[in-house]
């Protein structure tokens, strides 16, 4: 089992900017690729960015990308979402999620509880 833990959400006007971070615990050794998904009311939950544990590859979705920059941390088994210029439209609950598999999906494996992101206009 992997748990997976966000912090560094909150509230920001828009133009600014806000780090989010997941720590993995358990049997890390099994996780192939980290990534974040967000959810905003009344919305289906969507890809935002992903991250092979090696941190050789990254993915984004096409709304972040330029803005948002994915990380990992091996020593310390977190990957973080610094998130740049910020629109309103990127409220939303933002979820880690850790799979033993190449990629992310609805489906992966391993989800956090979810990090409230709100963005001011």
């Known amino acids: 089992q992997v748990q997976v833990v966000e912090s560094g959400g909150g509230l920001v006007q828009a133009g600014g900017s806000l780090r989010l971070s997941c720590a993995a615990s358990?049997?890390?050794?099994?996780?192939?690729?980290m990534g974040w998904f967000r959810q905003a009311p009344g919305k289906e939950r969507e890809f935002v960015a992903a991250?092979?544990?090696?941190?050789?590859?990254?993915y984004y979705a096409d709304s972040v990308k330029g803005r948002f920059t994915i990380s990992m941390d091996n020593a310390k088994n977190t990957v973080a979402l610094q998130m740049n210029r910020l629109k309103p439209e990127d409220t939303a609950v933002y979820y880690c999620?850790?799979?033993?598999?190449?990629?992310?999906?609805?489906?992966?494996?391993?989800w956090g509880q979810g990090t409230q992101v709100t963005v001011s206009s």
């Open positions: 991250i092979t544990w090696r941190g050789d590859n990254t």
């Open positions: 999620v850790a799979d033993r598999r190449f990629g992310v999906n609805l489906q992966s494996d391993y």
């Open positions: 358990g049997r890390t050794s099994s996780v192939y690729t």
